[in-house]
Each structure stands twice: as structure tokens, then as C-alpha cells.
């Protein structure tokens, strides 16, 4: 219909849609700057992905205090919740030390419950889901969790390391390669669900916890990434191509 459009990019691998929509928009705003390269024909603006404004706004990695923050997305992820709690009687020399703040989904929330229970670890805080993200970023010294566009903007906003678990099932294996992009730039470790053993997530852990430099580091690597203010630079490419066409 000749209406001229916009297209944003969260991830650091576009879809078939987008790919074929690529070529006639006028803008292509991207999350992820290594997503240029599919878009050959496109005009492409690297504005970041939108998040909470309370997430721009995060303090430092708490340092008199050590919080794991595990979450699989709004549904929770059933590998991350049976993982951490397998892995948690190799975490035995942590358990007086580290809280765990663990969102679960509604569907898995009793079983992960009973998991802490059982293994004595019953302090933990577990929720089906976390209302105020911001809060619980700002508790967390190392986060566990998928590799979905909108969590890695949070991470990148709050200037977290992370231990990412991409979602294998995801279209093109999309989630694999934003964890990629961000491992390869320092920001987080990448576990695929296959390498998901409760030992080896057990050691992930336990070094990282106890190297606060390569956390800080990770971190810092992380909040360079981050691209504040996306909601802003979004409106701007639309009122840009509004220009354009009249």
C-alpha cells in the first residue's frame, strides 16, 4: 500500500520476516550491532532495546553481600529450575553465604519449592514471578537465565554478569547466538541446555562467585553494551521517517 514502515531488531540474528520485511523499510533499528549484516539493502540505526526505566538507573555489583538471581523468562524455564536445584548440594560450602532469588513460573513454582526444601536450602527466595525485576537486579551479584532479547537488555542496563542458558527451541536458535554475542564480548558465560549438568553449573557458580575481578569485569563488559535511552532513539527514527516521507 505504499505506507512506509519501520522495523526493530531485537536479536543478534534476525528472522525470516524481518529479513524479507528488511528490504523495503525505511529504517532498521537494531539491538544488536552484529545483525547488520543481514540487512545488505537496508538503511540500519543501532538504537538498543527498550527496557524499564528503573533498570537504567542500577547500582554497582552489592559488595557486602552475594545474591544469585536465577530466572528462565516470565514462564520460568523447567531445565535452569531442575538444574540449580541439583546443583545445589555441590554448592554446600555457600549455603550460610548466598542468597538465591529464584522466579520459577507458575507451573513449576511447587516442585522448586520442595527441590530447596529437601536439599536444605529453605531460605532461598522463590517466586513464580517477580513483579519488580529492577529490585532484583539490583540485589544480584551473578544472574542465571535464558538469552531472550529483552533479558539481555536488561542485563546489559543493570551491567550484570550472567551464566546463559539459551532456550534451544527457539526459532533459528536465536537465543544461542545473542548469548554468543554476548560471551564473545565478555559479558556473560554460555551453557548450552545440552551442557547443563548440575556439576558443571555447580563449578560455573562456584568460581565466578569466588573471582570478584572476572565478575566486575564481566559486568563492566556488560554495561558497555548497554544503550540507554532506546525508547527515545526508536521515536526519533519514526518521526525521522515521517519527515522523509512528507
Not at 551479584?141 to 527457539?170: D, Q, W
Request: glycine residues 8%; contains cysteine.
Amino acid at each position: 500500500m505504499g505506507i512506509p514502515y519501520l522495523i526493530h531488531e531485537q536479536n543478534a540474528w534476525p528472522g525470516l520476516a524481518n529479513r524479507l520485511l528488511g528490504r523495503w523499510a525505511r529504517r532498521v533499528c537494531l539491538s544488536f550491532s552484529e545483525a547488520d549484516r543481514a540487512f545488505h539493502r537496508s538503511a540500519t540505526v543501532l538504537t538498543g532495546n527498550p527496557v524499564r526505566a528503573a533498570m537504567e538507573h542500577c547500582p554497582g555489583i552489592p559488595e557486602d553481600s552475594t545474591c544469585l538471581l536465577v530466572f528462565g523468562g516470565s514462564q520460568g524455564a523447567q531445565a535452569i529450575n531442575r538444574a540449580v536445584i541439583a546443583a545445589l548440594p555441590y554448592l554446600e560450602e555457600w549455603r550460610d553465604m548466598l542468597t538465591i532469588v529464584h522466579q520459577t513460573g507458575q507451573k513449576d513454582y511447587e516442585t522448586t519449592v520442595n527441590g530447596y526444601r529437601e536439599k536444605g536450602w529453605p531460605k532461598s527466595d522463590v517466586q513464580p514471578f517477580i513483579n519488580d525485576m529492577a529490585g532484583a537486579y539490583a540485589k544480584a551479584t551473578l544472574v542465571i537465565c535464558r538469552a531472550g532479547a529483552t533479558t539481555l537488555a536488561e542485563l546489559t542496563a543493570c551491567g550484570r554478569p550472567a551464566i546463559l542458558v539459551p532456550y534451544p527451541h527457539a526459532a533459528a536458535g536465536h537465543q544461542s547466538g545473542n548469548a554468543r554475542a554476548m560471551a564473545i564480548k565478555g559479558a556473560a558465560m554460555m551453557m548450552e541446555e545440552t551442557d547443563l549438568t548440575p556439576e558443571r553449573l555447580a563449578k560455573l557458580v562456584d568460581g565466578l562467585l569466588r573471582d570478584r575481578s572476572s565478575l566486575l569485569s564481566m559486568a563492566a563488559a556488560a554495561k558497555q553494551l548497554a544503550r540507554r535511552g532506546a525508547a527515545a532513539r526508536l521515536l526519533q527514527e519514526c518521526r525521522a521517517v515521517l519527515e522523509e516521507t512528507r
